[in-house]
């Protein structure tokens, strides 16, 4: 329906985190967070975002468990030192999808963790924040690629206006062009789209 305002997956990914911080709360947590793991990169995305230096064994271990974790596990030891530092035990939610991980961490201070599961009246706001977690990460993934194909579309352009004007001023045909603004730009150590930018920029102030 025309008037309508979008919905940013930011926006989603807000709303669904305050359902998250409620679930905390209901399950008595003393942290919950956010991890998203792609490809050898983990991040913290929830509460503060920030990069998780961790190896490849590690980051295996960890995004592939789920369950309950007790304080004398390893991988309560890795979180501890990488993302809760207040918790002592764990219950892990993850998230599979495509590209990347998604793992919800409820953090408690009790040495065993008082769920071995998510409880089901819970369990729909977890599986809403951990996909709006993925759709942001996503969405910025795209809108990235976007930005990157747009402007090497711009630089094409621009580029073939540059020879155009070459061509016209210069008698030169298109071959020719070419080469003289790739000679030009490797001389001046600037890449050709600024080269042909000056150019055009020059021949429209004239």
Request: net charge neutral; hydrophobic share 50%; aromatic share 6%.
């Amino acid at each position: 329906m025309s008037g309508e305002v979008p919905i940013e997956p930011e926006d989603v990914l807000e709303k669904s985190l305050d359902g998250l911080q409620k679930a905390s709360a209901e399950l008595g947590c003393a942290a919950v967070v956010v991890l998203v793991a792609e490809d050898s990169f983990v991040e913290v995305a929830y509460p503060t975002a920030f990069p998780v230096v961790l190896t490849a064994e590690a980051k295996q271990a960890l995004m592939g468990q789920s369950g309950p974790i007790c304080a004398v596990d390893p991988l309560a030891a890795l979180l501890r030192s990488a993302a809760a530092p207040q918790a002592k035990s764990f219950l892990l939610f993850p998230l599979q999808a495509p590209r990347r991980t998604v793992m919800i961490v409820f953090g408690f201070a009790e040495a065993e963790p008082p769920y071995s599961s998510i409880p089901s009246h819970i369990s729909e706001s977890v599986n809403l924040a951990a996909l709006a977690a993925w759709s942001a990460k996503e969405i910025a993934r795209l809108r990235a690629e976007l930005r990157a194909v747009n402007g090497q579309f711009a630089s094409r352009k621009i580029v073939e206006r540059a020879k155009g004007i070459l061509q016209t001023q210069h008698g030169m045909n298109e071959q020719q062009a070419y080469e003289y603004l790739r000679r030009m730009s490797r001389q001046r150590r600037v890449a050709m789209a600024k080269l042909a930018q000056d150019l055009v920029g020059a021949a429209v102030s004239r």
